[in-house]
């Protein structure tokens, strides 16, 4: 590895302002868990490594009135942990769970995960399906928009030079949302997902019908996509096993996967159609646990 100016920033505004003392090649480290692999290959070093890891306003995990607010810096493992995060959303915790070992969690963070933008990336799909938002600072001050705008190719994302990635937040309108998330890779651990999927809908108590039903994909496409012909066949249905299925099959025919050394683009079709089912499964177990402890 090449050397390079290491400084550390206290908080996300001091992180803001080092990023513009040292140019747009200064690379932010969070986790370090891709960026220090990055890192031994490139042709030149960076002007400056700007670790952001103790800037402890970028670490929290809290209900606000914007919603749930989880910090850039969470780590996955703290995600697993975290009981605002667990009570409300076994799916995100399910998405934390199924990247990489306990090392690559303990040290990974969500906004790591996110500005990698990697098609397969786990936390994506989950979030997407919950319509989180992101919050951005730069030297110009803050901006918010869907997570699913953030993505705008493989491995690139709509921040600017300059700009920080500071906490993405599941809006107060999904609070509670039931959600459920699923992963296939080649192997049961350490493995990237050759199909991600992730499902929420609220479940209407009185007639048993999908309510703003939304279905998330990952790794197949170049970013995550949502289902919006699946999402408008569920809306208002009856909430049975057939029209989960069929919620599949619709979302196989919306995604444009390809053929690749891991898994032909037929197979990855297959793939969405059973996993879409499942989250929608997931969701609905989420959403009757819900309803049932709200009875007690
Ligand atoms: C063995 C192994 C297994 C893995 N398995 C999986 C897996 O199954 N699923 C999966 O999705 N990923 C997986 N990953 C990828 C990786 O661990 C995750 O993407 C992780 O969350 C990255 O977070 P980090 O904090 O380590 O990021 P870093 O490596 O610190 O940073 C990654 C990139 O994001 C930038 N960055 C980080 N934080 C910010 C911020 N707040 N604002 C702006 N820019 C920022 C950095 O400059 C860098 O370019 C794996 C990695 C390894 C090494």
Known sequence: MKGFEFVSAKDARHAVALMAEYGPKAKILAGGTDLLVDLKSVPEAPPAVIDITRAADMKEIKVTDRGLVIGALATHGEIMSSPEIRDRYPALVDAAHSIGAIQTRSLGTLGGNLVTAVPSLDSGPALVALEARVTIAGAGGSREMPLIEFFVGPRRTALKAGELLVDVVIPKKNLGKPAGFQKFGLRKGQA???????????????????????????????????????????????????????AGRIAAGEAKPISDFRASADYRRDLIAVLTKRSLEGALAVAERNQKESRK
């Open 192 to 246: 990237l997902a050759l199909v991600n999927s992730a499902a929420s809908f609220w479940l209407d108590p009185a007639k048993k019908v999908f309510v703003d039903p939304c279905i998330a994909l990952g790794a197949v496409a170049p970013t995550v996509i949502r289902a919006p012909k699946a999402e408008a066949y569920l809306a208002g249905k009856k909430v049975t096993p057939e029209a989960m299925a069929e």
